[in-house]
C-alpha cells in the first residue's frame, strides 16, 4: 500500500519554466490538497480538491493551477516559475471534511528550486 | 484568520527525559486539533488527532491534551528516545473552513544519545 506518491522529488528550473508535479493516491480518498512549505513559515495550502473534476483555491493559490482529472490523481503546474516559488511541495490526501476529525496523510515531497 | 504558534522552535534533550512540545491558537472555536511528525527529508506523519469534545489523546509513550478555552494543546513525550528526533508541528482547522489546516511551524526536538 503506497498512500500518497509523489513525482519527481527533487526539480531545478530556470526562471520562467514551466512544469507539472503529480500526486496519486490509493487510498480512494476524496480530498487532496497541495501545500508548500519554507522555512520558518509553516505548510501554507496552495490549492485543494473536494473530489474528482473539482478544484478551489487556498492561501496561496498565485502562480499555481491544479487538476483533478481522476480521483486518485492531483496535478499542480507552474506555468511561468519564479524564484519566489523555491520551496517543498507536498500532497496530501484525506477520506473527508478536516472538520470531522479527519486524518491527513502526506506525501513525501518535492524539492523545487527555480534560478 | 487563525494562527498558530509553536514554542520552542528547537529543544535538545538527553536520552530518557520526559519532554514537553507547546501549541497555541488564536480562535478557540476549533474542531479538532492534529500533531504531526516530520523527518528529514520527509513528509508528514499524523500522530495524534484530538476531537473538541476531548481533553486528551493517547498513543504509546505520546499523550498530546487540549484546553480549547485557552487556546493551547501540549504533546507529551515520555522517556525520550534518540529516534524520537524529528520536527513535531501542530495544526487546526483553519477559522471558517472545514477544508484547510493551519500549521505550526514545528518544534526541531533533538534527543543526544
Known amino acids: 500500500n503506497a498512500g500518497v506518491t509523489q513525482t519527481p522529488k527533487f526539480r531545478v528550473l530556470k526562471t520562467g519554466q514551466s512544469m507539472t508535479l503529480l500526486c496519486a493516491q490509493d487510498?480512494?480518498?476524496?480530498?487532496m490538497y497541495w501545500y508548500r512549505q519554507d522555512p520558518g513559515m509553516g505548510l501554507r495550502l496552495i490549492h485543494y480538491s473536494v473530489g474528482e473534476g473539482t478544484t478551489a483555491k487556498g492561501e496561496v493559490p498565485d502562480g499555481y493551477n491544479v487538476s483533478r482529472l481522476k480521483k486518485q490523481n492531483f496535478l499542480l503546474g507552474l506555468e511561468s516559475a519564479a524564484p519566489s516559488q523555491t520551496s517543498v511541495y507536498f500532497c496530501?490526501?484525506?477520506?473527508?471534511?478536516?472538520?470531522?476529525?479527519?486524518?491527513?496523510?502526506f506525501g513525501s515531497g518535492t524539492q523545487l528550486s527555480v534560478l | 484568520k487563525q494562527e498558530v504558534t509553536q514554542i520552542p522552535a528547537a529543544l535538545s534533550v538527553p536520552e530518557g527525559e520526559n519532554l514537553v512540545l507547546n501549541c497555541s491558537f488564536t480562535?478557540?472555536?476549533?474542531?479538532?486539533l492534529q500533531w504531526f511528525r516530520q523527518d528529514p527529508g520527509k513528509g508528514l506523519t499524523s500522530l495524534l488527532l484530538?476531537?473538541?469534545?476531548?481533553r486528551e489523546q493517547t498513543s504509546g509513550r505520546l499523550n498530546a491534551s487540549l484546553d480549547k478555552s485557552s487556546g493551547r494543546s501540549t504533546l507529551y513525550i515520555a522517556a525520550s528516545q534518540p529516534g524520537d528526533s524529528a520536527t513535531y508541528l501542530c495544526a487546526v482547522p483553519q477559522t471558517g473552513s472545514a477544508r484547510q489546516l493551519t500549521f505550526g511551524s514545528g518544534t526541531q526536538l533533538t534527543v543526544l544519545p
Open positions: 496530501a490526501s484525506s477520506t473527508g471534511q478536516l472538520s470531522t476529525n479527519e486524518k491527513l496523510f
Open positions: 480562535d478557540s472555536a476549533i474542531y479538532n
Open positions: 484530538i476531537q473538541s469534545s476531548q
Open positions: 487510498m480512494n480518498h476524496e480530498y
